[in-house]
């Protein structure tokens, strides 16, 4: 049940992506072979067993890590570094902002680099933690706040940016229920506002489900891409209709299947 | 005068431009009373020199400063001139700079042992440690002469270098046996009750001449009106120094931290006119003699 | 070690404590001469140096001594903090320059100042520069080598995050490497900041450029002990304002450093 | 940012040393400047001033006594640094006093010294101390305050020991620094080595140095100064190895993101 | 709503706890005033927002933080730091790894400390590793993990301890659904054998309701018990049946709209 991209050409193409780890005595095959490819302005989750190869994949498709074999094309162009237009939430958001600097800097500095004009800069980075319920919090270190808070931080720093393409690496696990809600369709909106094409890796099925147009299960590491989940859901969504489909009920069980399956170490026959 | 304009040209005749600036680097100690004395009576100012004082810790600064042309004069001990000279160095003595008393027992250096100590004299010091300044130089050289003339075999000395104020926290402690001393450290010592058991500057030469005031030969060629302008100044302060001990002594207190209650006691070197050029002959033998260098310099190249 | 403050009384402030211990010292420092552990005669008791360092301080020569060391000092450590800083920085950064640079690093860290002595002077002559040359060379490499075990200790994900964004190399190092080499840039400072003090008064010491060193020197050839002693001890006291200062600084440039913020009570 | 290829690597390792060599070689080819003698001179010098004698008689007791002032020194500064570092008051209380001497420079405190500890070896491994202890004691602090905070209070709510405490968290995780702090100390102590044969001593390459400088064996010196080069350049080799050993983690989590292809 | 503990007499109690952060400028009331007991034994979970204070909490119940006002008795003595017989997951759990050790190493060092026998630390460790599917990574440095791997480490850490009362702060946030409900039957399981006591955080609701004997709800900041929420549901509990029974649904449904009450700014009339 594999599905080609949506659109006419690929914005993303991974191709018989493979990764080694070989640091000192270990050598850990981390990614086997993945390809799949994504249309511009889609939106793709990505589950996976804990320690799949999601945050590994990630990273060689934001150009930080440089495969073992295959390739990860962006627009046509090789990836070899990190693209322009990019935004990533890493996994580790505490230590992917700077402690020495204040959450207003740390959501400012990417515009920054960007050349936004001053004026629009401030109105997004406000924008940005308004959306993410920090807005009272700006003026504080990161370490001053909870892990939930410094999660919705990093997340705030990515939708200032209005990248073109988005990575993000479980972005809610430290929030809670209520706020998670919030912040998927918040994602949903911003995706369908700016046309952005997002890369979502979740541990959450519901959400994998609820969010994207696609979903890719991962199998256990070495990974291999298990099956690819087209969510036929009405573009539309919102928490509560949404979820309360007799449709999204199935796919949900389909994927915490696919899930199971993957930590029970089956792979796809081919 | 900071107004001058056109470019700074070679001052050809040196009296019509006002006083020429000289630089000389000295051991801020005794032996150099009669240049500080010199720029205070204006011996300098009369043969048109403006002296610029620079008091440095020895030769390792002030050899390298001579040589490159970074200061005219400099101060030194004959026997590092020697060996200078000897190794291809292009120095000159200009002009004398302090010599032994020649009095025994009343030099302003000697060889000082502490009140209780078995040691009688020179040849006692075989097998002994004995603190000198630096080694390879004169101090161990003229300490050599003294046992030999004493009649003891200076090859069984242990020579330890100590700076001349470590000297006597040394020779306290027990870490050395003797101690190869000048003023003003030996006035101390003989206050706290010390014993000199050897002069060994009056040993090695009567009439030595220690220490003088040198250039280098670069120097000397392209200018040598200006040394003979320093040189005579040199002789007119050093004589100057002779007549008036208790001025030499003044100065002291100008230049050093020395202990006024202890200017008055301490024993001043000679400030000869000229360099007694036996004695210097004599410090060219013992150099050899005791393997400072390997081949004699020409005295004559050496001295103006 | 938690729970202890709360409650009970409130700890003294620093700088008290700082003249506590200070005090102490000075205590010792009379005392050791004084019980006759040492002869007053090499080391005299604390107020022997004190009346000699009034008696200095009465003079112009010792201020405009002094002048002139600090001078010296700043001078050296500022260049010395530019060069080690940017070059640490430049180095560490880029692991091509770093392959080429360490043998000859590890090559010319040794040379002790002392042995370039007589190149200085051959140089310079036995004026400030000269001086300069040594305080600049010693202190450059204490800076050096801080900055590049600093850039070293960058964050992977931080400086992932700083990639993805595209920060370009300027604005990478500016607020990226800079920060976290900031704290081991700090230590370089006060590690900088004492041997150029250290060089600067042993090259006057030796060369005779002029400054407190070649006071010094004149006191040590002088046989005046106390006088000695009571400059030593103007110097220890330039280190310890030096180092006031670098900790004030530190408070103010690394609030967000683990080692203030949980400090700050 | 590209890690260098290894071969690369290896290749550059010698190019800058090589380069700097032939300038030097090239500008000194026909110096006649008494104290910038050839380089060709002072290399032919070097064997005969080196190798015949003086590397057992001077070499190897300097050594010795390098490796003993470094080695109490290391001890010394990680002891007192983890303790200074631990405890605020004890640090602000110290912290003054240590600065004061740390600013006395080494002419001035080898006779302060030598009044307690005589003039033979132990004098000049005392020296080195004081000298080296510095940087490993500044590190060691800085180091030591800099701790994770979350990393410190797993350890206090497993409850380690005092000794557990500072064997697994307080000195491996102040390690990099303190490592910085070693290094430093290690040619601090090369130079404090060459300077406490400046005083009462009768044999070492520092004593050697001085005593060529002073006697105007000019070519000679300069071979002193090239072996103080090598004796850093092969105990830097040596305590990057051993750092990279104690370190491998460290080395390992800085660079593990960064590994490419 | 509110329920007493189950057991006679409490074992952990904590009384107008205030804790008010202040570093430089900014001063922040985390908590203003929190009043629970938990019995000997007893299994409670915390839900709350993000940023509500459950982490301050947590480190004031572990004797990590002191509280500006109130106290923690634990055992019946006032806590002033970390008690005897407690382990603790952080939330920050990358960072609670110890980065020079191997993933062995992490979670025998604490055994070592409480000077267990070297073979009985060896099974403990073995088991602990095997139960959170990390047996074949032991050799593996922390930082050579993903993220939900490393959270696994610090979890099998906390059990193979052993302890008699068991703070855990987010502790699945990073793992995979499978892998999750694997990990909450091994809380499960544990509390259950051992007779431990647990203070649970978490943001999943149904895992609040599956794990807990009772859920405590917090507002948000600055802090009180919204509620407490007795779950009466079988102590037997099993992935499948637990939660499709209607009370477990009920329950759930309940905590999420205390939730959704405590992110509008809900606070208890008293
Ligand atoms: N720096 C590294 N060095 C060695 N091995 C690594 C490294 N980073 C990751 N791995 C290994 O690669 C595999 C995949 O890791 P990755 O972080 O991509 O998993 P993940 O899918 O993101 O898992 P999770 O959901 O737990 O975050 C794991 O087995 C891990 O041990
Ligand atoms: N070190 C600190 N300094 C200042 N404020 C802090 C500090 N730690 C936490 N806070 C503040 O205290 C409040 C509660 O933080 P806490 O970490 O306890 O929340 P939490 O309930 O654990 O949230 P989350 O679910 O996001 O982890 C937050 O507003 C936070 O900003
Ligand atoms: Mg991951
Ligand atoms: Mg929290």
Redesign the pocket.
């Known amino acids: 049940m594999t599905t080609t991209p949506i659109g006419a050409t690929a914005l993303l193409d991974v191709r018989d992506l493979r990764k080694v780890?070989s640091?000192g005595s270990?050598s850990?095959e981390?990614v086997r072979n993945l390809t799949f490819s994504i249309a511009p302005g889609e939106l793709v989750c990505i589950v996976?067993p804990?320690?799949?190869?999601?945050?590994?994949?990630l990273r060689c498709v934001a150009g930080l890590l440089n495969s073992t074999a295959g390739e990860v094309v962006l627009d046509g162009e090789k990836v070899t570094g990190p693209p322009r237009g990019m935004a990533v939430v890493f996994?580790e958001y505490g230590r992917s902002l700077f402690p020495w600097m204040t959450v207003r800097q740390n959501v400012e500095l990417p515009l920054k680099e960007k050349k936004v004009p001053k004026a629009e800069r401030r109105r997004l980075v406000e924008q940005a933690l308004e959306a993410v319920g920090l807005a009272d919090v700006h003026n504080a270190h990161p370490w001053q706040l909870s892990g939930g808070m410094q999660q919705r931080v990093a997340i705030a720093r990515a939708v200032a940016y209005e990248p073109h393409i988005l990575l993000m690496?479980?972005p809610f696990a430290a929030v809670d229920a209520q706020t998670r809600a919030d912040l998927e369709d918040l994602v949903r909106t911003l995706w369908r506002r700016l046309g952005v094409t997002v890369l979502f890796?979740t541990?959450d099925i519901d959400e994998s489900v609820y969010l994207g147009q696609r979903v890719i299960v991962l199998s256990n590491?070495p990974t291999v891409v298990l099956e690819e989940v087209a969510v036929d859901l009405p573009d539309d969504r919102d928490q509560l209709t949404t979820r309360s489909l007799p449709r999204f009920a199935e796919l949900r069980a389909h994927v915490y299947e696919l899930i199971q399956r993957a930590k029970r170490g089956d792979r796809p026959a081919g | 005068g900071g107004g001058q304009a056109g470019p700074s040209g070679a001052p050809a005749a040196g009296a019509s431009s006002g006083p020429t600036s000289v630089k000389v680097s000295v051991i801020p100690i005794v032996d150099v009373a009669p240049i500080y004395l010199g720029v205070e009576q204006g011996f300098f100012e009369e043969e048109g020199l403006k002296l610029e004082l620079a008091p440095a810790q020895g030769g390792a600064a002030i050899v390298p400063a001579v040589v490159s042309g970074q200061v005219e004069f400099g101060f030194s001990n004959l026997t590092s001139l020697v060996i200078a000279r000897s190794k291809g160095l292009p120095l000159k003595v200009v002009a004398p700079g302090a010599g032994s008393t020649g009095e025994q027992g009343k030099d302003f250096g000697g060889v000082v042992v502490k009140a209780d100590s078995p040691l009688k004299s020179a040849a006692d010091l075989v097998g002994k440690r004995v603190a000198v300044n630096t080694l390879g130089n004169i101090n161990d050289t003229t300490v050599r002469a003294s046992i030999r003339a004493a009649g003891g075999d200076p090859k069984n000395v242990n020579f330890v270098e100590l700076a001349f104020p470590d000297m006597l926290a040394a020779l306290e402690a027990g870490n050395v046996d003797a101690v190869q001393i000048v003023e003003p450290f030996l006035a101390t010592a003989l206050k706290n009750g010390d014993r000199v058991i050897a002069s060994n500057y009056v040993d090695a030469a009567p009439g030595l001449t220690i220490a003088g005031y040198f250039t280098s030969e670069q120097t000397a060629t392209a200018k040598p009106d200006l040394v003979k302008r320093f040189t005579a100044a040199m002789q007119k302060s050093l004589k100057y120094a002779t007549d008036n001990p208790d001025a030499a002594r003044k100065v002291l207190l100008t230049y050093t931290k020395i202990d006024s209650a202890l200017t008055g006691s301490l024993t001043l070197p000679t400030f000869p006119a000229e360099i007694n050029t036996k004695s210097l002959e004599t410090l060219i033998q013992l150099a050899l003699q005791d393997g400072l260098i390997q081949t004699a310099p020409n005295v004559n190249e050496l001295l103006p | 070690m938690r729970g202890r403050d709360e409650g009970r009384r409130r700890p003294l402030p620093v700088w008290l404590l700082g003249l506590i211990g200070l005090a102490g010292f000075v205590a010792i420092l009379e005392l050791v001469p004084r019980a006759g552990l040492v002869d007053e005669r090499f080391l005299p008791p604390f107020s022997d140096m004190l009346s000699a360092l009034a008696a200095q301080a009465g003079t112009a020569e010792f201020w405009q001594a002094l002048l002139e060391t600090l001078r010296g000092w700043a001078i050296g450590l500022s260049v010395a903090m530019a060069a080690g800083v940017v070059l640490g920085i430049l180095i560490g950064g880029i692991p091509l320059l770093r392959a080429a640079m360490t043998s000859t690093i590890e090559f010319l860290r040794p040379i002790p100042s002392v042995a370039l002595i007589p190149l200085a002077v051959l140089l310079f002559g036995t004026d400030m520069r000269s001086t300069l040359l040594l305080v600049v060379y010693a202190a450059f490499w204490q800076v050096l080598v801080q900055v590049l075990y600093g850039v070293r200790d960058v964050d992977p994900v931080a400086r992932e995050t700083a990639r993805s964004y595209r920060f370009s190399p300027l604005t990478q190092v500016r607020t990226v490497i800079w920060p976290t080499a900031l704290p081991y840039v700090m230590t370089g400072f006060r590690l900088g900041a004492a041997v150029a003090l250290i060089l600067e008064i042993t090259g006057e010491l030796i060369i005779g450029s002029p400054g407190l060193g070649r006071q010094i020197a004149v006191a040590q050839t002088s046989g005046a002990v106390a006088s000695m002693y009571a400059l030593v001890i103007v110097v220890g006291l330039v280190g310890v304002v030096v180092n006031v200062i670098a900790r004030a600084g530190e408070r103010r440039s690394l609030r967000w450093h683990p080692s203030i913020r949980t400090e700050v009570p | 940012m590209r890690d260098p290829g290894r071969g690369l690597r290896i290749l550059l390792l010698p190019a800058l040393p090589v380069l700097l060599v032939a300038t030097w070689w090239l500008t000194t080819a026909d110096s006649t400047n008494f104290f910038w003698p050839p380089l060709e001179q002072i290399l032919r010098t070097f064997g005969e001033t080196w190798f015949t004698g003086r590397f057992t008689a001077d070499v190897l007791p300097s050594l010795a006594r390098l490796l003993v002032g470094y080695l109490v020194a290391v001890a010394l500064g990680v002891g007192l640094g983890t303790e200074i570092g631990s405890w605020r008051t004890l640090r602000a209380l110290v912290e003054p006093v240590l600065e004061f001497f740390r600013a006395i420079p080494a002419p001035v405190l080898v006779p302060i010294l030598m009044l307690f500890a005589g003039i033979g070896n132990e004098m000049k491994v005392l020296v080195i101390v004081s000298g080296c202890v510095w940087p490993v004691l500044l590190n060691t602090v800085e180091g030591v305050r800099a701790l994770d905070e979350v990393l410190r209070d797993t350890a206090r709510c497993y409850r380690l020991r005092p000794r557990s405490r500072l064997v697994h968290l307080v000195l491996r995780g102040a390690s990099p620094q303190i490592a910085a702090g070693a290094r430093q100390a290690l040619s601090i102590g090369i130079i404090l080595m060459v300077i406490s044969e400046m005083f009462a001593a009768s044999n070492g390459v520092g004593f050697t140095i001085i005593q060529f400088q002073r006697s105007f064996a000019i070519p000679q010196m300069w071979t002193g100064i090239i072996m103080l080069g090598l004796i850093g350049v092969v105990l830097s080799v040596i305590f990057r190895a051993v750092e990279s050993r104690a370190l491998s983690w460290y080395t390992g989590l800085r660079m593990?993101?960064r590994t490419k292809g």
Do not use: C, I, N, P
């Open positions: 780890y640091g270990r850990v981390a996976g804990s320690g799949a190869g999601k945050t590994t994949l996994q690496d479980e890796v541990h590491s | 593990s993101q």
